[in-house]
């Protein structure tokens, strides 16, 4: 509880440093798991700067856009009612998620040294399904986030829940 009460703390006196480290340490986290549990490298053969990639990209992707995203998308569709819940959800998963990964996915080829033929490719290649993943977890979880959660929270619990996710789009992305 003490950890919990002193996170609120600094989400309420630093809201916009505390969303973004979080969502950096959780998409860093999220590269471990999938190189630890899914890929099953060992420590050996861990990719500390593929994991550094996906906690800078939390950081200096991620989290700032999700942030924002959830603040205009408050201000658009204004209120917590389960029609605003819904409309919220219906926003986000049917116009902001494609984009997002469609703009993710790409950067984390970038970053990861692709030639632009080959990140197109990738993309091609990996785009659809990734979507079509997102579909299976994402409107279910975000529909109980815009319903119960207050908006500054909204990005913390996204980026628990994507602990798992984070975890698939690194798998996803960095295999060829």
């Not at 969303?19 to 986290?29: I, K, P, R």
Request: proline share 5%; net charge positive; hydrophobic share 50%.
């Amino acid at each position: 509880m003490a950890l919990w009460r002193a996170y609120q703390r600094a989400l309420a006196a630093h809201p916009w440093k505390v969303q973004v480290l979080t969502a950096g340490s959780l998409m860093g986290l999220g590269d471990v798991i999938s190189q630890q549990l899914v890929e099953r490298r060992g420590l050996q053969g861990h990719q500390a700067g593929r994991t550094l990639t996906m906690l800078s990209l939390g950081c200096g992707f991620v989290g700032p856009v999700l942030g924002g995203w959830y603040r205009v998308l408050d201000r658009l569709i204004p209120g917590s009612a389960k029609v605003d819940a819904l409309k919220k959800m219906l926003l986000d998963q049917g116009g902001f998620a494609p984009c997002f990964l469609g703009c993710f996915l790409p950067l984390v080829g970038i970053l990861s040294g692709l030639s632009a033929q080959d990140n197109w490719a990738k993309l091609q290649r990996d785009y659809p399904d990734a979507l079509v993943t997102n579909y299976y977890l994402w409107p279910a979880v975000q529909l109980a986030n815009f319903y119960l959660v207050p908006v500054h929270y909204r990005l913390a619990v996204v980026q628990c829940v994507a602990v798992i996710w984070n975890s698939y789009l690194s798998w996803k992305a960095h295999h060829l």
